[in-house]
């Protein structure tokens, strides 16, 4: 079955940086358009970035480009977001998800930006 688990989440204080990795099982990765979604506390989920099965094409939130960037290891079955220039408005639960004929989601990792 597809499982999706997220690591590398923690606190960092404002202006530092993160690399979440996902690792996906279950299906073939290489083919799927990966993307990490974000949901604050008393706020929507969001769309943070995709990237495309074969890594060529990525797309942002208007919002964290030039911050954010997304990639994927296919050979790891693992897609990344490094999270630079971190501010206190990223904190949030950071979650991968892949459409593999329905919808999949990871449990997500913790992003807490603090000093």
């Known amino acids: 079955q597809v499982q999706l688990v997220e690591s590398g989440g923690g606190l960092v204080q404002p202006g530092g940086s993160l690399r979440l990795s996902c690792a996906a099982s279950?299906?073939?990765?290489?083919?799927?358009?990966m993307s990490w979604y974000r949901q604050a506390p008393g706020k929507e989920r969001e769309l943070v970035a995709s990237?495309?099965?074969?890594?060529?094409?990525?797309t942002y939130a208007d919002s964290l480009k030039g911050r954010f960037t997304i990639s994927r290891d296919n050979a790891k079955n693992t897609v990344y977001l490094q999270m630079n220039s971190l501010k206190p408005e990223d904190t949030a639960v950071y979650c991968c998800?892949?459409?593999?004929?329905?919808?999949?989601w990871g449990q997500g990792t913790q992003v807490t930006v603090s000093s």
């Open positions: 279950g299906f073939t990765f290489s083919i799927y358009t």
């Open positions: 990237i495309s099965g074969a890594g060529g094409f990525t």
């Open positions: 998800y892949v459409r593999v004929s329905k919808p999949y």
